[in-house]
C-alpha cells in the first residue's frame, strides 16, 4: 500500500511523524557532536603530563599541535562516517519499500 492511498488524516500523521523523526536525528546529531567535543578534552586534560614531558623532551609545539588536531579530526570522521553509513542504509530501505510498494499495488510485482 502506497501512502497516496490512505486517507488524508493518516498521511498528515504520518508526515507528523516523519518530522518528528527528522527533529530526533537531528538532536541526535547534537548531541554526538557535544559529546566528541567533551572526548576530546578529557583526553588533552587526562594526557596533561606526557605532553608537558614531551615538550620538556624538545618536541615542537606544532608537532603537538598537529597531533591533538589529526585526533580529533579522526573521532570527527569516524563518528561522521559511521552516521553517514547508518543513513544512507535507512534511505535505500525506505526507497526500496517505497519501489516495491508502487510495483505492487499497480499489480506489476505479482503473479
Not at 620538556?56 to 562516517?81: C, D, F, K, N, S
Request: charged letters at 15%; aromatic letters at 4%.
Amino acid at each position: 500500500m502506497s501512502v497516496e492511498g490512505l486517507r488524508p488524516t493518516t498521511q498528515r500523521l504520518l508526515s507528523t511523524i516523519q518530522a518528528m523523526t527528522n527533529v530526533v536525528i537531528v538532536a541526535s546529531l547534537i548531541i554526538a557532536a557535544c559529546s566528541l567535543a567533551v572526548n576530546i578534552a578529557a583526553g588533552l586534560a587526562e594526557r596533561r603530563r606526557p605532553f608537558s614531558l614531551l615538550r620538556l623532551a624538545g618536541v615542537p609545539m606544532t608537532t603537538q599541535y598537529r597531533v591533538i588536531t589529526l585526533e580529533g579530526v579522526i573521532q570527527l570522521a569516524a563518528t561522521a562516517a559511521c552516521r553517514s553509513s547508518a543513513a544512507w542504509r535507512r534511505w535505500l530501505s525506505t526507497s526500496t519499500r517505497k519501489l516495491v510498494s508502487r510495483f505492487t499495488s499497480r499489480g506489476l510485482g505479482t503473479r
